[in-house]
């Protein structure tokens, strides 16, 4: 094996206070060789999922952190080493024995302490004789655990090495007696018994419990070790840990229905931001919502001719289109609309340019990236825009950068039939746009009742720094442009 030194790539922060990311799917596994730039990994982050590079050229040698977890950013997530190293290293970045050929290729998860075996002459006092070992095939051992005695070492799987790399085994290693080659010093590669181990003892083997118990553990000072386990094949539990910690009934999640009736679901990445986002503006900008109910039919009528425009063909053209324009048409007449009031130094923030949000509904959650100084493009190029926005956004790919540094936004709930609602403004903002569903409604035109294409507008706003007659002239343009797009000619 080369002697270059192998590098371990740290998560970065790649959004502005970014302090965590959950790593979604890993695009390389051990042994393959990448070049600078290959996309290694999929995370997510407080707002979107992030493909990251790799800063370096060689060859993987180990995944460090497995798919689901999250980890604070500066955490070692991969090793990269010479393109001619072998993807099999311990923690210290130098090799690993090679392991005798298993017999069986049974391999179980969740393994048994083993028993007393007769002994062997030849044999390490109180070792399995190595026709056990091979009748019953390699066994995978809790991978927070520090192989002991004379284990035989081998490189295993990314999730198993990342179990493995955030525990600390020093202390257990040094009284178990680590292997020739094992660091107890650090953390331990993950690895894979061949049964020819001493059998340790209950104090020197973690206990087994799933990646939430032990971070429930971790959370709440608990020591799993110190634990008897009541969980199934001898797992510590949640209620374990809770009992644990001194931790009361009331306190305690509520039991889940064993028919499964009810489902629990961490709220992290992008949910975890959307709560906390729209909690601190709830209740810290004072809202006021105003309605406007109009006829729509006009802005149908032009979508449909648009839709037929050689400039706009293969385009998607919707109301929406042209709502969106409306609203940067309108933000000239009232420039305070596109404004952010800065609580720090009691200012208001008024900007000579929009950065236009849409808010789009996806799996992950609500997210809501801008369209850059959308002010300054014309309709076909607003068009292309939205549309590579909205698609890239429920596609899980909006970026960082495209999320932040928004100054207005508008948010489409008609496209779930529903008529209205009182929106929250999106933090860093004063205003943000409800648009209903467009439906075929009667409407009173001169002396008669004909039916139109009739929708509502909602319009929130911070209302610190924006009155309700500003509020209100700038629904009532976008509601003229709405209702006779040629309108737009006097602005």
């Not at 991969?78 to 072998?86: F, W």
């Not at 655990?145 to 490189?155: E, F, M, S, Y």
């Not at 290693?173 to 061949?194: F, I, L, S, Y």
Request: with cysteine.
């Amino acid at each position: 094996m080369s002697t270059q030194t192998a590098q371990e790539f740290l998560l970065p922060d790649v959004g502005e206070g970014l302090t965590e990311a959950e790593i979604v799917a890993w695009r390389v596994k051990e042994g393959d060789v990448v070049a600078v730039n290959d996309v290694l990994v999929d995370i997510e982050t407080a707002k979107s999922i992030v493909e990251l590079p790799s800063p370096y050229a060689g060859r993987v040698l180990a995944l460090l952190v497995a798919e689901g977890e999250t980890v604070e950013v500066g955490t070692p997530i991969i090793r990269i080493g010479d393109p001619s190293a072998h993807a099999s290293v311990n923690a210290a970045g130098g090799p690993l024995p090679t392991p005798p050929e298993p017999a069986a290729p049974a391999l179980d998860l969740v393994p048994e302490l083993p028993t007393e075996p007769a002994a062997v002459p030849g044999s390490v006092p109180g070792s399995v004789p190595a026709a056990t070992a091979a009748s019953r095939g390699p066994e995978i051992i809790d991978t927070n655990v520090p192989p002991v005695g004379n284990a035989t070492l081998v490189g295993y799987g990314p999730k198993q090495r990342a179990l493995a790399r955030r525990a600390r085994k020093g202390a257990v290693a040094a009284e178990a007696g680590a292997p020739a080659g094992v660091d107890a010093g650090k953390d331990a590669a993950v690895v894979e018994v061949v049964e020819t181990r001493a059998p340790a003892s209950a104090a020197a083997i973690r206990a087994l419990a799933k990646p939430l118990v032990r971070r429930l553990a971790r959370d709440l000072g608990v020591d799993l070790a110190a634990l008897t386990p009541t969980g199934p094949r001898g797992t510590v539990s949640k209620d374990d840990v809770l009992a644990a910690a001194g931790a009361s009934a009331a306190a305690r999640p509520l039991p889940v229905d064993p028919a499964g009736r009810e489902t629990r679901e961490p709220v992290k990445g992008v949910r975890k931001q959307m709560a906390a986002a729209m909690s601190a503006s709830a209740f810290s900008a004072p809202h006021v919502t105003e309605f406007v109910t109009i006829d729509a039919t006009a802005t149908v009528e032009l979508v449909e001719r648009l839709r037929a425009r050689r400039e706009l063909a293969g385009i998607k053209v919707s109301p929406l289109l042209l709502i969106a324009r409306a609203c940067l048409l309108a933000l000239r007449r009232t420039p305070l609309v596109n404004s952010a009031f800065d609580d720090a130094t009691q200012e208001v923030v008024v900007k000579h340019y929009v950065n236009l949000g849409i808010a789009a509904a996806t799996p992950r959650g609500l997210v809501v990236p801008n369209v850059k100084d959308a002010h300054e493009l014309s309709l076909v190029d607003l068009a292309k825009e939205l549309e590579q926005l909205t698609t890239t956004a429920r596609a899980g790919r909006s970026q960082p950068a495209d999320l932040a540094g928004g100054t207005f936004t508008i948010t489409n709930v008609g496209v779930f039939g529903i008529d209205g609602g009182t929106p929250i403004i999106n933090p860093g903002e004063s205003a943000i746009l409800a648009l209903g569903a467009i439906k075929p409604q009667p409407w009173v035109v001169g002396d008669a009742v004909v039916p139109r294409q009739v929708m509502t507008l909602s319009l929130s706003f911070d209302h610190r720094h924006i009155d309700g007659a500003t509020g209100a002239q700038f629904l009532a343009d976008v509601a003229g442009l709405v209702s006779d797009p040629a309108t737009a000619l006097l602005f």
